[in-house]
């Protein structure tokens, strides 16, 4: 559909044979094989001809945020390797056709980076084969077509930004970017919506838990043009989801997913309400069922494994790491390669599985996974930190970051809360700084030692309330 819209923004649009001229040249501009390139993200065309002119080199693209605090860009470049860093335009001048580039499917598509413990960036690698695997079952999920027009709304940072861009424009639909889709208002957002034409919408949970919560206040809906809203990230909250149901929402299909970076976008889906959904309502909704590609095994306790073709490559430069959560396991059919994902699932009824919890301390803030104790490292960090212990608690039903913090010394305690956030907010981008920072005498401990993340929650929080 070399006519067709395949970026708009606003009043602007890029059809499917300018953006392929564009990223033709980028690809010319960057040469075969030009390893890992960073892109400086920006909701527009260039960054969508970024990704695809890096991919058409035969490169790595890793996506750099340019809001995030310098200290950090510099270290996801230095994790993730980059050689290049593109800007804002990756196309430049047009330079000389070379060799075609040569690509095998094992070669590494894109760097993301995902929480670990260190407080250092720590990269995932997704091979070619495995993101073209997820984006074909994406595209038969959402059944998209090139009439769809899909609403860009995920952080290009994270790999759901790819659950939007990737399956719109290899069906010939419209990948649409609006300043108001993020301008903090839901009335302009919904009011985009209908000018825009929006059919498909993509939706962290905690962000639809706000928009129904918004719809069922003014007795209201969303507008005709959207056929599909997808979400994830959190769990759905039963309340929210009855009231969505109460609305006249019954033409549109809400599909619940789930997913892991290391395990390339969605494995995992379900319609809860609308024209496709069948079986029981459950009271608690499920993750879904595994998508056709996808492997699934369920340990002894309950620890959701997965295996197939669209498993991550792992963590580029940390072997010990890759080898705890990438494991070989014969389960009947030979040794086979499963991920862990760390979660606990039951099998409801009808075969959906349901989320029960982590076997690990992982959260979902905003619907990024953050390990407490990377967080806890990198306040830990500060000179005047004695000791530190991050829990998660819940704030208008969604997770945020709570920290209590034992000074160094007394004298430091006045202003350290404060101190921290600022130490916080220059060096590491915004999922990373706790809600709340909290100045504590002592925290509470384990019997084998440890710190006692839920303990010292309970117990300064009571302290707070009384």
Not at 61 to 84: N, V
Not at 103 to 122: C, E, N, Q, V
Not at 272 to 293: D, F, M, S, V, Y
Not at 426 to 438: D, N
Request: hydrophobic share 40%; proline share 8%; net charge neutral.
């Amino acid at each position: 559909h070399p006519d067709r819209p395949a970026v708009v923004r606003h009043d602007d649009s890029l059809t499917y044979s300018e953006l392929d001229v564009r990223v033709r040249a980028t690809a010319r501009r960057l040469g075969p094989d030009p390893g890992v390139v960073g892109v400086l993200t920006a909701r527009s065309a260039a960054t969508i001809t970024g990704l695809l002119g890096v991919l058409a080199a035969g490169g790595t693209y890793c996506p750099i945020d340019p809001a995030y605090p310098e200290p950090r860009r510099r270290a996801l470049i230095a994790a993730s390797g980059c050689r290049t860093v593109l800007g804002d335009d990756p196309a430049g001048p047009t330079g000389p056709t070379g060799a075609a580039a040569t690509t095998r499917p094992d070669d590494a598509a894109y760097i993301l980076f995902t929480s670990g413990s260190t407080g250092a960036p720590k990269p995932v690698a997704t091979s070619r084969a495995a993101i073209g695997t997820a984006v074909g079952a994406l595209r038969d999920l959402f059944a998209l077509t090139p009439d769809d027009r899909v609403l860009q709304f995920a952080s290009l940072s994270w790999d759901t930004c790819f659950e939007e861009i990737l399956p719109t424009l290899t069906t010939g639909a419209a990948l649409v970017f609006d300043d108001q889709a993020h301008a903090g208002s839901l009335h302009r957002m919904l009011r985009m919506i209908d000018a825009r034409r929006i059919t498909v919408l993509d939706l962290p949970s905690a962000f639809w838990h706000e928009l129904v919560r918004h719809l069922a206040e003014d007795r209201t809906t969303l507008p005709g043009c959207v056929r599909l809203v997808i979400i994830g990230g959190e769990a759905v909250s039963p309340a929210r989801l009855a009231d969505w149901r109460a609305l006249d929402t019954g033409n549109i299909r809400l599909v619940n997913t789930y997913g892991c970076t290391e395990t390339t976008l969605i494995t995992h889906a379900v319609d809860l309400h609308g024209p496709l959904a069948a079986g029981p309502e459950h009271p608690r909704a499920p993750i879904g069922t595994a998508l056709p590609h996808v492997r699934e095994h369920l340990s002894d306790e309950g620890e959701l494994l997965i295996g197939g073709p669209s498993l991550a490559l792992g963590y580029p430069g940390s072997p010990a790491a890759t080898a705890e959560r990438f494991v070989v396991l014969d389960l009947g059919a030979g040794p086979e390669r499963w991920f862990r994902t760390g979660d606990r699932v039951s099998r409801a009824p009808g075969g959906a599985l349901v989320h029960k919890g982590r076997l690990d301390h992982e959260l979902k803030v905003r619907g990024i996974r953050v390990d407490p104790a990377e967080v806890e490292a990198l306040i830990a960090g500060h000179p005047q930190v004695g000791a530190v212990a991050v829990t998660g608690v819940t704030v208008a039903e969604h997770t945020a970051l709570a920290a209590y913090v034992v000074p160094r010394s007394p004298a430091a305690g006045a202003t350290l809360a404060g101190d921290l956030l600022a130490f916080l907010r220059a060096s590491v981008p915004a999922h990373l700084v706790p809600a709340r920072i909290t100045v504590v005498p002592e925290l509470l401990h384990t019997a084998s030692g440890k710190v006692d993340r839920a303990g010292s929650h309970r117990r300064f929080e009571r302290k707070t309330a009384s």
